[in-house]
C-alpha cells in the first residue's frame, strides 16, 4: 500500500503534533473563529437598532414605532396578502412554533417492538 507523505490529507503528518487533550484543557476557547463573541455582539447591535424609534405614516398620519414593531406590521400585512411565510414568520413569532405530534393509530403513543421487526423482516426474505 503507498504511504502519503504530502501532508495534503489532512493534518501537518507530524505525529508529534498529535497529543492527547488534558482534562479541563479548553483548546478555542472563543469558539469557532470567535462566533460565538460575534453573536454576542450582533445580538446586542440588533436589539439596539430594533428598539430605536422610526417615524410610520398610517392613513396620512406619522406615529412613532420600534424598529421590531414596525418590522412587525410590515410582516403582518404581507401576511394578509397572501404571503405564507410572513404568515408563518408571524405564527412563530407570537405563539411559537406549533408542535407536531407523533402518534399511534389510537392517538396513542407508538409502540415500538424491535422483536417484531426481527420476525418481520425474516418473513419478508
Known sequence: MAQVTSGKRGGSGKPENLKPIKP???????????????????????????????DVTRGGKVYKVSGIEAICEAMRNEAIKGDVGAATW????????????????????????????????????
Open 24 to 54: 479541563g484543557q479548553v483548546l478555542n476557547p472563543t469558539g469557532a473563529n470567535g462566533a460565538t463573541k460575534r453573536r454576542a455582539q450582533l445580538q446586542e447591535i440588533c436589539q439596539r437598532v430594533l428598539g430605536k424609534t422610526i
Open 90 to 125: 408571524c405564527r412563530d413569532t407570537a405563539y411559537g412554533k406549533p408542535v407536531q405530534a407523533i402518534t399511534g393509530e389510537d392517538g396513542g403513543p407508538i409502540q415500538v417492538s424491535i422483536a417484531e421487526m426481527i420476525d418481520r423482516g425474516a418473513a419478508d426474505h
